[in-house]
């Protein structure tokens, strides 16, 4: 089946079904998966066949018009009481990334602001809006991005933050896909981010499909390949900002800002602008998602690699300090952490 043509995330409207790619199966299979089960939609996001930021907020979005649409009613206190318990239910899969929040914050709206005669066709248009603002949005990115990757031959990138954490694009990956489009090639170090191994298996997969110079690093070699004078700039993508322009994102990556601050290489995080969470003042407000112990001890291996008895800590997300990030790259244009005060 191929609903998506290459898109990450979609709403089939004829059949009223969320589809999706899943990202645990990749990169030996690429399997598309059409639903309208509710434990299936939720089960998707937590273990991870749908992730990154973008693309859970937008699948969360689609889920919700999915699963209003599939009730047999047009009671409005129904369906709104349902729209409410389903929002409640879904913005606790992955706490750290805002866009989920975000996302079905604007599906209750819609639907509170909604008649009862037109609450499911609003709520059907709100996810179809979303997947298209969010092709746009990383479209921007990647045209800002690009601009100053114009004299860079070669970046590095922590998780994957490419077409496969969005819709289409990515953020972090966009300047790189802009870029090829204009004819500018760009190397890309891969780090191939443990426990999960988002950079091994997503970022070097759609990188190597599109016909990217890539090369796959351990996360202990970033700062060697940085040393070298091989790397250009660092493009990460992001979970959350507070005001202060601390960000969160995939664990591992304050430590590539850091070593990027130590051989004064520029870091840029690549972002839709609604990933500022005003609210939060600084980077220790931003709840870090805590995933199971088995996912470093075990996951991957033939057999566990760890004795029984050790602890393991497996923190999904880091903050790195807004005082090494250079500029977020977003579709409003390029921000420095001290021009945030600006937009607030
Ligand atoms: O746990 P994941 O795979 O959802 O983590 C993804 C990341 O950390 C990404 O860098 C972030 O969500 C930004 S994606 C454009």
Redesign the pocket.
Known sequence: MCFLKGATVGYDTVNNKAVFVDQTLLPSQYREVSTDDYTEMFEAVKT?KV??????GVFAGICTAVLINKIETDDYYILISKLERICADFVQC?PT?VNLKWALEKMLDGGRKSTPQNLKKNLKTLALKMIEDDISVCRKIGEYGAELLADKNAILT????GRL??VKY???LAPVYIAQEQGHSIKVYADETRP?L?GARLTAFELVNAGIDTTLICDNTASAVMAKGLVDAVL????RVAKNGDAA??IG?SAVAISAKHYGIPFYV??PFSTFDFSLNDGSQIIIEERAAEEVTDFWYKERMAPEGVHALNF??DVTSSSLITAFITEKGIIKPTEIKNYI
Do not use: E, S, W, Y
């Not at 992730?51 to 859970?56: E, K, L, V």
């Not at 990460?236 to 979970?239: A, E, N, S, T």
């Open positions: 991870l992730r990154g930021a973008p693309a859970i992955r990334a922590h998780c994957n933050a954490a969005a990515g953020t972090a999960l988002q990460v993508g992001c979970d994102n995939k990556t690549c972002m999904a997300f």
